[in-house]
C-alpha cells in the first residue's frame, strides 16, 4: 500500500520561499505512469492544483504559478519536494502532496488513489 507523508515548516514569512517534502513508502516514484502532484486548499476555497512530476522526472505546472513554483524528486530517498518562491498570505494553505498511475498522464486535482494527510502553512510576519 502507497503512504505518503508531506513534511515541512508549519510557517514561512512574507516573500520567502516554502519547501515542503513527500516521502512516498510502499512503492517508488519511478514506477512507470506514476505521476505525483502537489495540490493545495486554502480556507474555504476549492482543491487547486499546483504542479506535478511525472515516474520519469518530467516536470509539469500551473501556468498561475509556474513562474514561483520548482518541483524536483529525489529518487535516493524516494521522496518529492516542492518550492513556491516569494510567498504571499494569499499562498496560506493545507498542501497535499498526491499519486495516481496514468498512462494518459492526465493531471489536476481528480482521480488520485494516494494522498498524504496534508500539512498547514500559514503565511505571516
Known amino acids: 500500500q502507497v503512504q505518503l507523508q508531506e513534511s515541512g515548516p508549519g510557517l514561512v514569512k512574507p516573500s520567502q520561499t516554502l519547501s515542503l517534502t513527500c516521502r512516498v513508502f510502499?512503492?517508488?516514484?519511478?514506477?512507470?505512469?506514476?505521476?505525483w502532484s502537489w495540490i493545495r486548499q486554502p480556507p474555504g476555497k476549492d482543491l487547486e492544483w499546483i504542479g506535478a512530476?511525472?515516474?520519469?522526472?518530467?516536470?509539469y505546472y500551473s501556468p498561475s504559478l509556474k513562474s514561483r513554483t520548482v518541483i524536483s524528486r529525489d529518487t535516493s530517498r524516494n521522496q518529492i519536494t516542492l518550492q513556491l518562491s516569494s510567498v504571499t498570505p494569499e499562498d496560506a494553505a493545507v498542501y497535499y502532496c498526491?499519486?495516481?498511475?496514468?498512462?494518459?498522464?492526465?493531471?489536476?486535482?481528480?482521480?488520485?488513489?494516494?494522498w498524504g494527510q496534508g500539512t498547514q502553512v500559514t503565511v505571516d510576519s
Open positions: 510502499g512503492g517508488s516514484i519511478t514506477t512507470n505512469y506514476f505521476y
Open positions: 512530476i511525472s515516474y520519469s522526472g518530467s516536470t
Open positions: 498526491a499519486g495516481k498511475n496514468d498512462p494518459l498522464g492526465r493531471l489536476g486535482v481528480r482521480d488520485y488513489a494516494y
